[in-house]
């Protein structure tokens, strides 16, 4: 490969980085702080603003699984670029909402926005350019997706202290489209030389009903929906003990933790067998779940933010590789939306059961044991499916 498509492909991944740092820090941590936020400002209860952040998780799901027919209609970069404007709309209509009923279109345009720039997104930017590299690739752009919650959890909250939610939505989203969108229309327009055009992709539902697929789609759904619940409800387990600076700084040790452990990921995983791989790192976060349910003590307690950090970049970042291995060229794609979608639309409801678990028995051991058992059987499905793949 020539010089310049080297640099046109690390170009490439860092463009994906750019939108995942900007993707998660607006999609995903922001309607976090909209929740707190407008609870607070409005006085609008927790179940309606709960609800609302559930349905922008499922109109992205229903929308990330007709992502690879918009990307062969329209490109990467023109999906792209119209997707940072939904989000960057969706933003200041959540911050600016004075009715309830405004919160409709506001998930409406946030979902959509959220699912041209999701992990599925990620994976149609990169992959494409990249073989026997993609697993490092991947890797360092969704490092992209770590640092967005690095920078955008305080982010939202100093601006919003500082300005009001809705000047600091502004401001964020202004800065979202000035950055990602020229870079969009610029690097994401071109597509690789070779392109699989000769291969008709399967019909989703042939894919559907493929056992691989199954134990993939499974194993990760249950897999993020234990992640997704443990982390809306972290700082609330940890601040009786640790108090609440250093319940924040736990949430910040699990995110470099995420960086560390998909670099390293990206780096040595190589031909290892990438279920087996995924099987032990959810074995991982097993433990790591444990220790927070059971844990008294700061030791344990951050034992166990390490242990569940270092596995947390991981699940996103997996299948789309174990997809690479087990799929035809022509439907890793879709293989891919499809399984988002489906993450999405279970890991959404993870706050609400959570916090259930929690009122129901007065605390969060059985909550966080929930999340424990729910991670083992996902590392038990997947490693059980290599009989199909």
């Not at 979202?176 to 690789?192: E, K, Y």
Request: glycine share 10%; net charge positive.
């Amino acid at each position: 490969m020539s010089e310049a498509a080297d640099r046109h492909r690390a170009r490439v991944v860092w463009i994906a980085f750019i939108v995942a740092v900007f993707g998660w820090g607006v999609g995903f941590y922001g309607p976090a702080t909209y929740l707190a936020v407008l609870h607070q400002t409005r006085g609008w209860s927790i179940a309606t603003l709960s609800a609302a952040v559930t349905a922008h998780y499922l109109v992205s799901a229903f929308l990330i699984v007709a992502l690879p027919d918009a990307y062969r209609r329209f490109g990467v970069g023109r999906v792209t670029l119209g997707g940072t404007l939904f989000g960057a709309a969706g933003a200041i209509a959540w911050a600016s909402a004075q009715q309830t009923w405004q919160l409709v279109p506001a998930l409406l345009l946030s979902g959509t926005g959220w699912a041209a720039m999701s992990g599925a997104a990620i994976n149609a930017m990169v992959s494409p350019w990249f073989e026997c590299d993609r697993p490092k690739a991947l890797s360092m752009a969704f490092n992209g997706a770590s640092v967005g919650g690095i920078v955008f959890v305080p982010l939202w909250m100093v601006l919003g202290r500082c300005f009001g939610l809705a000047s600091a939505a502004v401001v964020i989203s202004v800065a979202m489209v000035t950055i990602v969108c020229p870079l969009a229309s610029r690097i994401l327009r071109r597509q690789p030389a070779v392109v699989v055009a000769t291969m008709r992709p399967l019909p989703r539902f042939a894919l559907l009903r493929q056992p691989r697929f199954r134990t993939i789609a499974l194993a990760f759904a249950l897999g993020l929906f234990a992640q997704i619940g443990l982390f809306a409800h972290l700082i609330a387990r940890l601040e009786p003990v640790l108090g609440p600076g250093l319940a924040a700084g736990a949430i910040s040790l699990i995110t470099v933790c995420a960086v560390v452990g998909r670099t390293l990921l990206g780096k040595f995983l190589r031909d290892h067998d990438r279920r087996l791989v995924s099987g032990a790192n959810l074995l991982m976060q097993t433990s790591g779940s444990l220790l927070l349910a059971l844990g008294e003590g700061s030791i344990l307690l951050t034992a166990g933010c390490i242990l569940f950090g270092l596995g947390v970049g991981n699940l996103v970042s997996l299948p789309p590789l174990i997809a690479q291995r087990e799929f035809r060229p022509a439907d890793v794609g879709t293989v891919v939306a499809l399984i988002t979608a489906i993450n999405q639309a279970v890991f959404a409801f993870a706050p609400a059961i959570f916090g259930g678990l929690r009122d129901l028995t007065g605390s969060y051991v059985v909550s966080f044991l929930v999340a424990a058992a729910v991670q083992a059987l996902a590392a038990a499905i997947i490693a059980l499916g290599r009989r199909y793949s």
